[in-house]
C-alpha cells in the first residue's frame, strides 16, 4: 500500500486523496443514516420495555395510593388530606422509598386512628405492593431510597463489629431506646420503641429516614458500614440471653430502683408487722 502510493505523482495522490476522502464522507453518511434508523428502529423499543415494568409498578403504586392514603396525604401526596374527620398527613414529596417502605412495612401506615404517635402493627400491604407505593412517592422526588440487601446483611458480623456497632448504638441510640434497645417513653405521650425483633432492613430505614421524633442518621452522620454495625449489635443484643434473675425489663436504675423499693420496703413492713405482733402477742401473754 505504501509502496503504492509513493509511486504516484504528487497530482494523482492529491486527487486519489480526495476521492478517497468523499467516499468517506459519503460512508460516513450512510453509516449515520444506518446508525439513525436502527437507533430509531430499536432504540425506543428498548427504551420502553425496560422502563414500562417500573412505569406499571409506578402506575399501580399510584391507584393503591389513591385508594389507601391520598383521604390523609392528598391525591398527589401534597398533604393535608381531603377526608371529613381525617388526620392530615404529611406532604410525602420528597421523603422516598425508604420512607414509605418502613412505615407501611411496620405497619404504622396506613394510621388508622389519631394519635401521639401511630403505632407498629401488622402490615395491611404485600410486599409487591409496599414496593409499588414505594415506587409511585419515589416518582415524585428524590428521596432517600431502599437499601440493599448487603446494606443491612448482618448474619456475617464480626464481634469486632458487633462491638463497634455497641459504642454507636450507646453514642446515639440510647438516649432514646434505653441501654439494652427496650425503648423508653418521651415527652407528650410519645415513646421511642423498642428495637427487639425489628427487621434489619427497617431498622437501616429508621436511621435513614428518622421517623417522628427520632433524628435522619444520614450517611454523612453514621456512614453506611456503621448503620450496619449498629444493625449487628442490636441482633447480638437479641440473642442474648438474660444474664439471670428477672430481667426487670433492663429498663436500667428506675426498675431496679422500684422493685428495690417494693421489695426491700414491702419486707420490711412484714418485719414490722410481724414484730407488732409478737408484741401484742407477748403483751396479751403477760396480761393473762
Ligand atoms: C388516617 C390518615 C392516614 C392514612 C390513611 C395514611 N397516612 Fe401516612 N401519615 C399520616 C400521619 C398523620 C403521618 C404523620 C405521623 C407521624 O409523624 O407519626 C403520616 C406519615 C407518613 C409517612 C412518614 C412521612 C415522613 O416524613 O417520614 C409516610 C411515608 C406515610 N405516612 C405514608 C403513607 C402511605 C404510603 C399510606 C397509604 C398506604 C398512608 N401513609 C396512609 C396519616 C395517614
Ligand atoms: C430522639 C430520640 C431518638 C433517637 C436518638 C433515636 N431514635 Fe429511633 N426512634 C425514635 C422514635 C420516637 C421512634 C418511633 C417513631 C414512630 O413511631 O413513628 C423510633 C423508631 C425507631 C425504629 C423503628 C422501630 C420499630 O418498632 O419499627 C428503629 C429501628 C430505631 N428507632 C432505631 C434507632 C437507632 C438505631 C438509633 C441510633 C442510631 C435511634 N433509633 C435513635 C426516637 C429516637
Keep these: 500500500m505504501s509502496e503504492k502510493r509513493l509511486s504516484l505523482s504528487p497530482a494523482r495522490f492529491l486527487s486519489a486523496r480526495r476521492r478517497h476522502r468523499s467516499a468517506g464522507l459519503v460512508v460516513l453518511l450512510f453509516g449515520l443514516l444506518a446508525v439513525g434508523s436502527a437507533y430509531a428502529a430499536f432504540a425506543p423499543d428498548n427504551a420502553v420495555a425496560d422502563n414500562s415494568a417500573q412505569s406499571q409498578q409506578i402506575e399501580e403504586g399510584k391507584k393503591l395510593?389513591?385508594?389507601?392514603c391520598a383521604s390523609c396525604h392528598g391525591l398527589n401526596a401534597e398533604g393535608g388530606g381531603t377526608g371529613e374527620g381525617k388526620m392530615a398527613g404529611p406532604s410525602l414529596i420528597g421523603v422516598g422509598a425508604a420512607a414509605v417502605d418502613f412505615q407501611v412495612g411496620t405497619g404504622r401506615m396506613?394510621?388508622?386512628?389519631?394519635?401521639a404517635q401511630m403505632p407498629r402493627k401488622p402490615p395491611v400491604y404485600t410486599q409487591a405492593e409496599i414496593e409499588a407505593l414505594a415506587a409511585y412517592v419515589a416518582s415524585l422526588a428524590p428521596g432517600p431510597a431502599v437499601p440493599a440487601?448487603?446494606?443491612?446483611?448482618?448474619?456475617?458480623?464480626t464481634d469486632e463489629q458487633v462491638t463497634r456497632g455497641g459504642e454507636l448504638f450507646r453514642t446515639n441510640c440510647t438516649a432514646c431506646h434505653n441501654f439494652a434497645g427496650k425503648g423508653g417513653a418521651l415527652p407528650n405521650g410519645r415513646y421511642a420503641p423498642s428495637l427487639m425483633g425489628?427487621?434489619?432492613?427497617?431498622?437501616?430505614e429508621a436511621m435513614l429516614t428518622?421517623?417522628?421524633?427520632?433524628p435522619v442518621f444520614s450517611?454523612?452522620?453514621?456512614?453506611?458500614?456503621?448503620?450496619?454495625?449498629?444493625i449487628a449489635y442490636l441482633n447480638a443484643l437479641q440473642e442474648q440471653k438474660d444474664p439471670g434473675g428477672f430481667g426487670l425489663g433492663r429498663l436500667g436504675p428506675v426498675s431496679e430502683g422500684l422493685w428495690g423499693w417494693?421489695?426491700?420496703?414491702?419486707?420490711?413492713?412484714?418485719?414490722?408487722i410481724w414484730i407488732g405482733a409478737k408484741g401484742v402477742k407477748a403483751k396479751g401473754a403477760k396480761a393473762e
Design 65 to 68: 395510593f389513591a385508594v389507601g
Design 110 to 115: 396506613p394510621a388508622q386512628q389519631p394519635g
Design 149 to 157: 440487601e448487603e446494606a443491612y446483611d448482618v448474619s456475617k458480623a
Design 198 to 204: 425489628v427487621d434489619p432492613k427497617h431498622a437501616y
Design 210 to 214: 428518622g421517623p417522628q421524633q427520632m
Design 219 to 230: 450517611d454523612q452522620v453514621l456512614q453506611p458500614e456503621d448503620k450496619r454495625d449498629v
Design 262 to 272: 417494693l421489695v426491700g420496703i414491702g419486707a420490711l413492713v412484714c418485719v414490722a
